[in-house]
Structure formats: C-alpha cells, structure tokens
C-alpha cells in the first residue's frame, strides 16, 4: 500500500505565502512524476504544477511565476511554495504520486488540505 500525506494548508491573508509538502510512504518502488492539484468550491479539479523524476517542471497560466514546485527524492517528497496568494487560489490542495510496480504505473492521490485566501 501506498499512502500520501499533505501538510501546509491553512489560511492566509491576500498576497501572503505557504509551503505544501506531500509525503509518500508504503511499498515504493519509483515515483515518476509527482504534482499538485486543487479544486475550488463548484469547479472542476485542475492541474496546479507538476515535476518529473528529472526535476522537469510544469504550472498552470495562472500559478506562473508565483508558485514553485520542487522534490526531494530520497524522502519521496514534494513541495509547494506558494507566493503572492490571491483569494482565487483558495481550493482544496490535492498531491498526486505517479508510481511504478514493475511496468506497470499507478496513480495515487492525498486526502487534500485546505488552503484559504482571505482577508
């Protein structure tokens, strides 16, 4: 089994800053990509920022420039810092682990955790 652990969310004022980390534990044997999602009240679950076993990295339009992805591969853990937070970015944070057994690749996802924008 394989169990993913969010930590960070609370709630900030507008153009304040957070950190989300994510823990993968279990039977593990390579993590491919890892990535943040969120979903807002009413809306669908989107992409925030995803990065590769390489480091590689992706982020929605609206995320550009304001939020940094990174990992840390021998703790199977991945990171979020946010800056600038707007209150458009309240949602329901979601960190999604890309692993492999054998050839075959599962995707699993955390509980979430809650981020708040308001002032």
């Known amino acids: 089994q394989v169990q993913l652990a969010e930590s960070g969310g609370c709630s900030v004022q507008p153009g304040g800053s957070l950190r989300l980390s994510c823990a993968a534990s279990?039977?593990?044997?390579?993590?491919?990509?890892m990535g943040w999602y969120r979903q807002a009240p009413g809306k669908e679950r989107e992409l925030v920022a995803s990065i590769s076993s390489g480091s590689w990295t992706n982020y929605a339009d609206s995320v550009k420039g304001r939020f940094t992805i990174s990992r840390d591969n021998g703790k199977n853990t991945v990171f979020l810092q946010m800056n600038s937070l707007k209150p458009e970015d309240t949602a329901v944070y979601y960190c999604?682990?890309?692993?492999?057994?054998?050839?075959?690749?599962?995707?699993?996802w955390g509980q979430g955790t809650q981020v708040t924008v308001s002032s």
């Open positions: 279990g039977s593990i044997f390579r993590i491919n990509t």
């Open positions: 999604n682990a890309n692993i492999s057994f054998g050839i075959s690749v599962k995707a699993y």
